[in-house]
């Protein structure tokens, strides 16, 4: 077997430093993206390391910096194909960097959560951290995140934080919009199934709900609002007693997709046809919703769009192409997506 020579061996950090004609210590941060360098010194590194073709060691920089090269992802959210959607859109965005994501449920009811993300902290010394609501409403979160010197971005549907760590979406005027849509279809009697109590989601879009009501001059029945779970068996058990009156409304829009699909096999078990006999609009976008017999007629929450953002929030320094991102820009808008489930009321057709 052949001996390898020197030549065969791989070039070093020490390497990069004599060639650039720089102490190691500055190769380390322009490897790190480190404001502390100029651009003359550091267009001579890189070039030297691209005529090198050197590779940093991950775990060297991560010594460097003290913090490991990952960026986790908290949440404790009912819903997983909303975590999955954020989780891609994150991976998307990374995907050409030595970034990794890790995702960490919590227990948002339990009295140790915050000691339990602390403790991770500790241990696993994240690059960064990305929040998912409902515990991104936690303000006790960001200021552990805060105390931790640990880079972070909340996520919600409205504004959390200042704009450098808040990523949201406009779920108010997109609930408003989509209620209008059945206004104009000539529905009068629209039920709310809203989302569980302690979302900020589920009280934006109920405003939204109730704004559009309000606008056309049209009375909010009590009984046609509903508390779900964000969960499909909710949303067939609330439309269970929307449908079950001797009057029942003639739309129904569900605060999630899951919902609504609930809400659709509640209807067909009742022999009510959607939306002949009943319109129904979800919200997210889902796969559930254009999968659904009739499609669902839904709001388009962007979460992967909001998960590319976030991680370009945290992590824009270690990004190939991130620097040159306003951190102030931090909304991102929903959108009513039309499909089948809407018709007029049964009278007007």
């Known amino acids: 077997m052949a001996q390898n020579t020197a030549s065969d061996k791989k070039p070093t950090i020490n390497d990069v430093a004599r060639l650039a004609n720089v102490s190691k210590k500055t190769v380390s941060r322009v490897l790190n993206k480190s404001p502390l360098t100029t651009e003359v010194t550091r267009a001579r590194v890189e070039k030297v390391i691209d005529e090198l073709g050197f590779v940093p060691n991950p775990q060297a920089r991560a010594l460097a910096l003290r913090r490991n090269f990952f960026i986790v992802l908290f949440h404790d959210n009912p819903n997983a194909q909303t975590v999955l959607n954020f989780q891609k859109g994150v991976l998307d965005r990374i995907k050409t960097s030595d970034l990794a994501l890790v995702v960490r449920p919590v227990d948002r009811h339990s009295p140790d959560m915050l000691d339990d993300i602390a403790h991770f902290l500790d241990q696993q010394r994240p690059l960064a951290a990305l929040v998912l609501p409902p515990i991104s409403e936690d303000d006790r979160i960001a200021e552990l995140l805060r105390a931790k010197n640990v880079e972070y971005a909340r996520i919600g549907s409205a504004q959390l934080d200042d704009l450098p760590h808040s990523v949201f979406s406009n779920d108010r005027e997109a609930v408003k919009a989509a209620c209008s849509e059945l206004i104009r279809a000539g529905h009068k ?161």
Do not use: C
């Open 189 to 349: 009697a629209i039920a709310l199934i809203k989302g569980p109590a302690g979302f900020r989601s589920a009280a934006e879009r109920e405003q939204g709900f109730r704004e559009a009501m309000a606008a056309a001059g049209l009375p909010v029945e009590e009984h046609f609002v509903v508390e779900g779970t964000y969960r499909l068996n909710s949303g067939y058990v609330a439309a269970q007693k929307l449908l079950a009156g001797d009057n029942p409304p003639t739309a129904i829009f569900a605060s999630n997709d899951e919902m609504a699909a609930g809400a659709l096999h509640a209807a067909r078990e009742r022999g009510i046809n959607v939306p002949e006999d009943l319109s129904l609009v979800g919200f997210d976008d889902s796969p559930t919703a254009s999968h659904l017999w009739p499609p669902l007629s839904t709001v388009r929450w962007p979460i992967m769009e909001m998960g590319r953002m976030a991680a370009q929030k945290v992590a824009q320094r270690y990004l190939p192409d991130g620097t040159d991102t306003d951190l102030d820009d931090a909304q991102l808008s929903s959108e009513f997506i039309s499909r089948k489930s809407i018709a007029p009321p049964r009278h007007l057709q």
